[in-house]
């Protein structure tokens, strides 16, 4: 299922910080952590795994549009949670430089590197350059967005909800782009 941005403006950086235990509040700048087994559970066993598709750019409306995004439903227990799809830009590059979401009390641009001890580790970045007529892929072990202090029982599986992105254009002006988020079930 394809879902689309509904916006006229661009996207330059979403500020993301390292995933937070559960009931704590995410920091604003934390080195990266490795990569732990409760961290993998909250992306999903194969979410978010389709990055390398060709994006159908006729199927872009305006400046950008987020193609098969998903978010998943958290862990039992827990109230952190991954989101997943791909970006697509039109005529113009843009930045995802923040997010709102009404069912989770933060949201948070992350992405996976290789540590200096050789271990994969997520940190939180400040943006996701989308370039124009590109697209970037927000998948499980790469980019992705992270929700913190979600609220479970607004996560029903097959329901669409609606995230706020805060977008850049390469002029520096911004705008509000809403994206909607396809909810699923974990496995």
Partial sequence: MRLSLISAAGL??????????????????????????????MHGDDAGMAGDETVDRGAIEGTLTLLEGTVLVPPAGRDVTAGFGT?????????????????????????HEMSDDGKMAMRKVDSFAVPANGDRALVRGGDHMMFFGVQPDSLVPGSTLTVTIRAQLEDGTTEDVYVPLMVAARE
């Fill in 12 to 41: 330059a950086a979403l500020a993301l910080a390292a995933c937070a235990p559960a009931g704590e509040t995410p920091a604003a700048e934390v080195p990266a952590e490795p990569v732990a087994e409760a961290h993998d559970r």
């Fill in 87 to 111: 970006f697509a830009a039109g005529e113009r590059a843009v930045a995802i430089i923040g997010a709102e979401a009404s069912f989770a009390q933060a949201v948070e641009l992350h992405t």
